[in-house]
T-cell receptor, first 113, second 118 residues
Framework: DQQVKQNSPSLSVQEGRISILNCDYT??????FLWYKKYPAEGPTFLIS?????DKNEDGRFTVFLNKSAKHLSLHIVPSQPGDSAVYFC????????????FGQGTELSVKP | DTGVSQDPRHKITKRGQNVTFRCDPI?????LYWYRQTLGQGPEFLTY????????KSRLLSDRFSAERPKGSFSTLEIQRTEQGDSAMYLC????????????????FGPGTRLTVL
């Protein structure tokens, strides 16, 4: 059972425009959500996170929105830059489950100059 | 400390052989996680340690897999009698305890070990 889903395998955006990456989850026990960025031949790098008690968290060009009633979160990147091109993974965690992360399948973002 | 390191970065082996991977976490981190990633998928949880204690193992971790963290520092993941289906990227991550003062302690990942079973 796929508890975290990223339904768009790829996304292409023009430099300077907004990138919106989406993620859905099914387990209502999740209380922390994270986005990781991954380049080829490297491990995932932590980008931004949000607790289930919040609906928005912002860090520079990156903003994560959480809609608990819809069990949906999104990552906004504004403005997008060519260096943002990578695979983005959404992940979720439940406090009472040891902190292990449940990942989505990933979305490959391509930012074109 | 430069982060989480993993060794080797690449391993090619023949079916039926045993392989062992090593992970060195960030020194002050007491939690260590192992994940496996196959092509086109996100990382999947395998097991985790709190200090030297292995607290959870995924059902993905068959009897051929064993992980240790003998002194609560580095960890090893051994796969016995490898199968072609074991070919994947094996990722290690470390973190402090789950939360500190209500703030989630994110996991920092190593570069991974790419295993190819022929």
């Amino acid at each position: 059972d796929q508890q975290v889903k990223q339904n768009s395998p790829s996304l292409s955006v023009q430099e300077g425009r907004i990138s919106i990456l989406n993620c859905d989850y099914t387990n209502s026990m999740f209380d922390y959500f994270l986005w990781y960025k991954k380049y080829p031949a490297e491990g995932p790098t932590f980008l931004i996170s949000i607790s289930s008690i919040k609906d928005k968290n912002e860090d520079g060009r990156f903003t994560v929105f959480l809609n608990k009633s819809a069990k949906h979160l999104s990552l906004h990147i504004v403005p997008s830059q060519p260096g943002d091109s990578a695979v983005y993974f959404c992940a979720a965690s439940a406090y009472n489950q040891g902190g292990k992360l449940i990942f989505g399948q990933g979305t490959e973002l391509s930012v074109k100059p | 400390d430069t982060g989480v390191s993993q060794d080797p970065r690449h391993k090619i082996t023949k079916r039926g052989q045993n392989v062992t991977f090593r992970c060195d976490p960030i020194s002050e981190h007491n939690r260590l996680y192992w994940y496996r990633q196959t092509l086109g998928q996100g990382p999947e949880f395998l097991t985790y340690f709190q200090n030297e204690a292995q607290l959870e193992k995924s059902r993905l971790l068959s009897d051929r897999f064993s992980a240790e963290r003998p002194k609560g520092s580095f960890s090893t993941l051994e796969i016995q009698r490898t199968e072609q289906g074991d070919s994947a990227m094996y990722l290690c991550a470390s973190s402090l305890d789950g939360t500190s003062g209500g703030i989630y302690n994110e996991q920092f990942f190593g570069p991974g070990t790419r295993l190819t079973v022929l």
